[in-house]
């Protein structure tokens, strides 16, 4: 009789955990744009910028709460916790970009501005193809996308 009450017990104390949530999988886009970057410009000229836009949906509704407007365009900043941008092949002579300034232009659209390191004069913009990767990992939602800057 006492291992049925225990058992039951048992069961009582695991129903009243917390389950795991699992986060959902969504989808994200990526274009990007040169916008003013030029070969041979560095990260030390604000006016140098390129533009990653990237859109978010899950079950093919927007997801619009994952980050707020932040950033000067004239510094590294870190992204939004849960985001990550990591660039993976640039051209030659080149540095990888770094974001200055991200964006929350709402419906689910994110706009993330970036430069070669503005701290380093040296590592400026070439012609060419970079590739990049941005990541979302937060508790509810994570999904991945490649995407390709290039640079005229």
């Not at 039951?8 to 994200?28: F, K, N, T, W, Y």
């Not at 232009?105 to 380093?120: A, I, R, S």
């Amino acid at each position: 009789m006492w291992k049925k009450q225990m058992v039951i017990g048992l069961i009582g104390v695991l129903l009243a955990l917390p389950l795991p949530v699992r986060a959902a999988e969504v989808v994200i886009q990526t274009a990007s744009d040169a916008f003013e970057a030029q070969d041979g410009e560095s990260g030390t000229n604000a006016t140098a910028l390129a533009r990653i836009t990237v859109l978010v949906t899950y079950n093919g509704k927007i997801v619009d709460n994952l980050g707020v407007t932040t950033g000067s365009e004239t510094v590294e900043i870190p992204m939004p916790s849960g985001w990550a941008l990591t660039v993976y092949n640039y051209p030659l002579a080149s540095c990888a970009f770094v974001p200055v300034r991200f964006i929350n232009e709402g419906d689910g659209v994110y706009t993330v501005e970036v430069l070669p390191p503005p701290d380093t004069p040296v590592c400026q913009w070439h012609s060419g193809e970079y590739s990049y990767v941005i990541r979302i990992d937060k508790r509810q939602y994570r999904g991945s996308a490649l995407g390709r800057l290039t640079i005229p």
